[in-house]
Each structure stands twice: as structure tokens, then as C-alpha cells.
């Protein structure tokens, strides 16, 4: 009978969280890169079009073929509508694989299952950028979503140590080569998380390679070709030719680690400190230095790849937060594993207290429980909010976008409109990092120039604004 309660509001949680999802997908516009690709893809004459058009960016800009495939689709089907269901059911599936991946959890585990949707909501600092607004979320959302699909598939198979099968080594190589193929620094993470499993897989073997199967084989061989066909991008290489740096040689390499130290502990600090506090709680718990490595075994591997995931954006000259998407989804599941084994695992210490119905269990179980409650109490408060702030955002935009139509239609080149009042600025909205700026020449006001066909286009503050 718990069971059976448990399992409806698993499922009725999952639902929540696509339902959440899906109203702020709703509540943001298309803005930025979705309306320059949007007037590219409106060139196409059909659908065959679009991988002429991929081409042409692999050549030209960039190696990410897979996230912006699927871009140019939700873009030529020209309503945003279908993107912002699929977004929504991407993010649930994405929550459901994380949730898959901690070991230590109970059947239908509501509490760990609200912690993944928590720690998705709360600790992804660039939100607005990976998930809300379409350009991001098919470059993040979608290929995170690849890349921990696979890596689930993967190790899941390698526990069951399933018998090999023709199918299975499609699946694995065509799975592995879109994990490959989907964003740079994820991508890798993905290869050396498939590496760790198998090197310990070898160590547990007695260094003997009797366990390798050929659906292994052709899942890393996918991993390394969608890689390699990304990173040798021509168009990879001209962007880093523009690049610019202050400094070069043993500097640049320096200058570079400082700053992905830096954001990792502006933007991730929470994580990493939960990570070590995890660490550190369930060692004391442990009865010996073996139990504690082993338990925590899949967790610490976990971190290992979130950091190296992180640490590989020094090969390129600068990142945005958004870039370390993958690394945080990785450390995530780090720390999931940790709460999942302090929350479900006791550990016999001899005292009764510790065990089941004894003081220390209720209050650990107290604690837990009461994170959650009270920390979905803030996201129910938050969201409110910011959804109504979202709509407000919204609906300014739409406006603008109409005044700016009806100008055009006028016969006016040079349009001024207002800025987005700055009291309703979020973190679940990229519109204010993408707003129009005061300079005509500005790169953002160049865009929209061009996608409305003027001269001039330019912004000022909503205050000063008497248009309408």
C-alpha cells in the first residue's frame, strides 16, 4: 500500500516538473541567436535544406551539428510552440536520468527525486541561458540530456553485463557518436567517464580484457568519432584564429585556470562544498576506510569527471557559465549520490541509536526530509514570482516587436524603442543580457537590423519612452 502511494506521487512529481517547465517555455520569446537563425532558416525551401545549412556552419563557425540540428528543426516548423513541450519533456527525461544514476535510493524515492528537481532549478547558474531561452537549451539542455542518456545506457549495461547483440551495437555507436558529437567539453567528460568504467572494469578483471564486449567497443568508437568530427571543425579553428587574449604562452594556459577557478567557486560553490561536506560526513559514518571507498566509490568518480569536464575549457580562450552545463550536471549527481547514501544507508556504528527507529536515524531522516520540504516551499515561492515577471518580460517584448513591425511598414529606417524596465530582470530570463543597447553599432542591434531590414536601430530607457 506505501508503495503504491508512493509510486502516484512519484509519477504526479514528475508531471509537476514537466508542467513547470513547460509554462516558463511559454512565458519566454525568441530573442537573440534564436532570430538570426530563425531568418537563415527561413531561406530554407525545404526541409533537405537545413543540412546544407549545418554544413556551411560546421565549415564556417562551429562543430556542434548535433544541438544545432536540432535548432534549425524547432526553428523551421516556425512555432514556438512544439519547442517549448519538447524543452519541457527533455528537462523531465533529463531529471528521470539523473535520478537513475543515484545508486543508493529507495523505490520511488520522492525525497531524492525532489532533490534532483531542486538541485536543477536552484543550482544551474546560467538557467535563463541553458534550458529557457531555445538557442541555449538545444545547445545545453539537449546535448546534456545526450550525454547522460549515454552514459546511463552505458553503465547500466556494464553492471548487467548484458550478452552482446547486433542491436545493442547499433544503439551503443549511434548513441555514443550523438554523446560524442554534442558539445566539447561535456562530450569529453562523457569519453572519460565510459574510460573510468572501463579501466576499473580491467583493474576488477585481474587486468585481463575478457569482459570486453563488441556493443562496448562500438559505443566508445561513436564517442571518439562525434568528437573527432567536432573538434576538427574548420570553422572550430577560425573563431580561435579572432580569439583574443591578454597574454600568451605559459601566461594565457595560467591566466585561463585562474579564471575557471574563479567561476567554478562564484557560480558552483554550493555544490563543491556539499560535495566535500558529503564526503567527509559519510566517512565518520563509515565503519572503516574499505566501506567508505567503496560506498562512495561511484560518487567520488562522479567529481573526478565534473572537474576534468570543467578544467578542459582551459583549451579554449574564454567561457561563459553556460559552457560549464555538462560539469554541473555531472557534479550533481556527485553530490545526489552522496544525499542518497547518507539518507537511505545505515551504517553499523554498534549503537542502537544508529539504527532504524533510533535517535540518530529520526533526526537524520528528519533533516533530509525537511531540506526538501522547505527548499520546494522556496522554489514554489520563487516561481511565482519570477513567473509573473517572465509574463510581464513577455508581454514588453511583444510590444516592441509589434511597434518596430508597424514602423517598418510606415517606411521608417531608423527606430528607436524602449529598454525592458529593469525591475523585473531574473535569473530564469536571458532577455536582459540580450536587450537592445543605446549604440546602433552595438553587435546585438546589428542583428536585429538586419532581421527587420533598417538602418538604424537603437534603444532608451523605458522612462524616457512616451511612443505608446
Known sequence: MLEKKSK???IGLVLVAFLMIAVYEFLTPNMSDDIIYGDKVAEAGNFFDLFSQEYEHYMTHSGRNVAHFILRVFLFMKTKSVFNVVAAAVFTVLSLLMYENIDNKRKYD?????????FLWFLDPAMSNTVFWETGACNYLFTGTIAIAYCTYFRRHMR?????????????????????????????GVILFCLILLVDKWIENGKKCGFVKPWMVTG?????????????????????????EEHTGLLAIMARFLKIVNNIRDNYFILVAAFVVLLIFIYYMSADKKKFLETTKYMRMLGFVALMTAFSLIAVPSSQIRTYYGAGLFMMMA???????????????????????????????????????VWAIVLAFTYIEQGANLARIKREMDERDAYVWQQVEAGEVEICVP???????NRFSFAYDSDISDDCDYWINLFYTE???IECFWSVDREEWTAY
Open 110 to 118: 520522492i525525497r531524492l527525486y525532489g532533490l534532483v528537481l531542486l
Open 220 to 244: 566508445f568508437i561513436g564517442n571518439l568519432l562525434g568528437f573527432g568530427i567536432m573538434i576538427l571543425s574548420p570553422g572550430n579553428f577560425g573563431r580561435a584564429e579572432v580569439a583574443e
Open 451 to 453: 532581421h527587420y531590414g
Open 160 to 188: 548487467h553485463e548484458s550478452s552482446n547483440s547486433v542491436s545493442l551495437m547499433i544503439k551503443m555507436f549511434v548513441l555514443g557518436l550523438l554523446a560524442g558529437w554534442c558539445n566539447e567539453n561535456t562530450s569529453g
Open 419 to 425: 529598454r525592458l524596465r529593469p525591475q523585473w530582470e
Open 335 to 373: 553530490v545526489l549520490n552522496g544525499a542518497g547514501i547518507v539518507a537511505n544507508t545505515l551504517f553499523m556504528s554498534g549503537s542502537a541509536s544508529d539504527k532504524e527507529g533510533g535517535l540518530s536515524y529520526t533526526i537524520l531522516q528528519t533533516a533530509v526530509t525537511s531540506l526538501v520540504a
Open 8 to 10: 502516484k506521487v512519484f
